[in-house]
């Protein structure tokens, strides 16, 4: 049972920002530039689907089901990973996923955000370079490890409710590959 009283039927972090929409607003402005937008930075190569692989794994690292779940379903559903195989290999353990080595070495800077930002070294940082990482990877990268952090929080610190039903989260992949991530409820299916 959530700590405080939110809309019923409303998931993860989907209940909180219906209780504060001023503050579900700049968030999700947030997420989907950094999980949706790439054009306007042409120097980052970084696939949405990609993108969304690093929230998952920052968020499985901090144990929120949620959102590891309904952002693994969204890269999975980017990346044609049908069977979430992939995401699940990534969040046991990376080193060994079918990843390129770029995406390995953001990975192990996103793992080191999410225990503390000083923990990201020198080394991590040039070893992503010579991966083929641009700085805006690594800007990006750092940044949606560090918005995973405050997002798997927000979510768990509130005591959120989360389905265990995977078609739920695939059917949001779908609507969050359509309209964006925006706080309206294209969550549920319809009833």
């Not at 306007?40 to 990609?50: A, V």
């Not at 998952?56 to 049908?82: K, M, P, R």
């Not at 020198?122 to 997002?151: K, P, S, Y």
């Not at 039903?165 to 779908?174: E, F, I, S, V």
């Amino acid at each position: 049972m959530p700590h405080i009283n939110f809309e019923p039927g409303l998931p993860g972090i989907r209940g909180p920002m219906a209780f504060s929409p001023e503050t579900a607003r700049p968030l999700n402005d947030l997420v989907n530039v950094l999980l949706r937008t790439n054009a306007s930075h042409p120097d980052s190569t970084l696939s949405e689907g990609e993108r969304e692989l690093i929230g998952t794994y920052v968020s499985s690292q901090n144990d929120c089901f949620f959102c590891q779940t309904i952002h693994g379903a969204v890269a999975s559903h980017h990346l044609g990973d049908d069977d979430w195989s992939l995401v699940k290999s990534v969040k046991q353990d990376f080193t060994q996923a079918a990843l390129s080595d770029k995406l390995k070495a953001l990975l192990v800077i996103a793992g080191s955000v999410q225990q503390g930002g000083k923990h990201v070294t020198a080394e991590q940082i040039e070893n992503a370079r010579a991966n083929g990482a641009t700085d805006r990877d690594i800007h990006d990268t750092v940044l949606i490890a560090a918005a995973f952090c405050m997002f798997n929080r927000y979510v768990d610190g509130l005591n959120t409710w989360a389905p265990e039903n995977p078609d739920l989260y695939r059917y949001r992949a779908q609507k969050v590959a359509e309209y964006g991530y925006t706080h309206e409820d294209h969550y549920m299916p319809p009833s």
